[in-house]
Nanobody, 126 residues
Framework: QLRLVESGGGLVQPGGSLRLSCSHS????????MGWYRQASGKERELVAE???????NYVDSVKGRFTISRDSAKNTMYLQMSALKSEDTAVYYC????????????????????WGQGTQVTVPS
């Protein structure tokens, strides 16, 4: 299974910034979208931002103008730059890759429906 590993979460004061990273194993051949989701305590997981294989980005209204999603294919990494953070941004952030096709480190080509990371906590105190 494709491994996605998030990093960069932590505690940040309101108005501050954080950059989340999501690195993946293997070599991506194709995918539908890559995205960041978040789940606050007691709430459902929601899409925060996504980027298509063609580079089109999409954001939930609550983060527009504050968050930026990007991808560095050479580094096998996706990013979420978060600024002007608010207490309501507090959540566990997950990275996702939808319909990835990739070559494993052993040379096998694998197609999956959905891949998720383990999540990274972002806490912005009120």
């Amino acid at each position: 299974q494709l491994r996605l590993v998030e990093s960069g979460g932590g505690l940040v004061q309101p108005g501050g910034s954080l950059r989340l990273s999501c690195s993946h194993s293997g070599t991506i051949i194709n995918f539908n979208t890559m995205g960041w989701y978040r789940q606050a305590s007691g709430k459902e997981r929601e899409l925060v931002a996504e980027i298509s294989s063609g580079g089109t980005t999409n954001y939930v209204d609550s983060v527009k103008g504050r968050f930026t999603i990007s991808r560095d294919s050479a580094k096998n990494t996706m990013y979420l730059q978060m600024s002007a953070l608010k207490s309501e941004d507090t959540a566990v952030y997950y990275c996702n890759m939808n319909k990835p096709t990739y070559r494993t480190d052993w040379g096998n080509i694998v197609a999956e429906a959905d891949s998720w990371g383990q999540g990274t906590q972002v806490t912005v105190p009120s």
